[in-house]
């Protein structure tokens, strides 16, 4: 093995670690493009859009997300083009989830070197302001998209890894949305959190291979 192939499996196994941990940390975090365009997000950016971290990759944060104050895109921006690496605090407001609300919260950017590309990636970690009352508890039985997709495939027999080849997802990320389900309907092991699915109408019954029911997801 050569140098350069020797630094190019390191780099690839630390993308790997990194990666794993970015599944397991709760705060929304987006690794983007210096346009903004996402690179990476992890399932809890995805939970604010009801959807899967593989449906954000290529989607702007200027599309999801509206500054509160252009004149913080501006620093940023004039920051990045003078190669400065601080971190910048950006407010922003979006509305996702079914009944629309509007949310508020604060991204902070954090530009980061990234070998062997000499432009910098942007690290933006999104913290959620709950500062107003939120929207009315979901129905037990409503799940997002990507929960409804989760419990279908693990209905089905599938392993974790299967899952989360299906759905764009790491192995840690497939556990992280299972036990997010088990503690919310209090149930533990796979096969109950299956059966609980169904009891709550989540799983359409009747259907093989297992199909969530109509109606029972959050969208945006």
């Known amino acids: 093995m050569t140098d350069e192939q020797a630094v190019e499996e390191d780099i690839g196994t630390w993308r790997n670690h990194f990666l794993t941990l970015l599944d397991r940390i709760p705060v929304p975090i987006a690794v983007c493009r210096i346009d903004g365009a996402v690179h990476v997000a992890n399932p809890a950016m995805a939970a604010e859009w009801r959807t899967t971290p593989g449906r954000l990759r290529g989607r702007s944060l200027r599309e999801l997300f509206t500054p509160r104050s252009e004149e913080q895109i501006d620093r940023l921006v004039t920051a990045l083009r003078a190669g400065r690496t601080s971190r910048y605090p950006i407010g ?50 409503t799940v997002s998209e990507a929960q409804a997709r989760i419990l279908a495939l693990a209905a089905s027999g599938a392993t974790t890894a299967a899952i989360g080849k299906a759905l764009g997802l790491t192995v840690d990320g497939v556990n992280y949305h299972l036990t997010r389900l088990s503690q919310r309907w209090r149930v533990r092991g796979r096969t109950a959190l299956v059966a609980k699915a169904y009891a709550l109408g989540v799983l359409a019954p009747g259907h093989w291979p297992p199909v969530p029911a109509e109606g029972i997801t959050e969208r945006s």
Do not use: C, H, K, S
């Open 92 to 141: 922003v407001t979006w509305r996702a989830g079914q009944d629309g609300a509007e949310r508020e919260g604060e991204f902070t950017i954090d530009p980061i070197m990234a070998l062997p590309n000499p432009e910098p990636v942007l690290l933006a970690m999104l913290y959620v302001r709950d500062e107003r009352p939120g929207p009315p508890p979901a129905r037990q039985g």
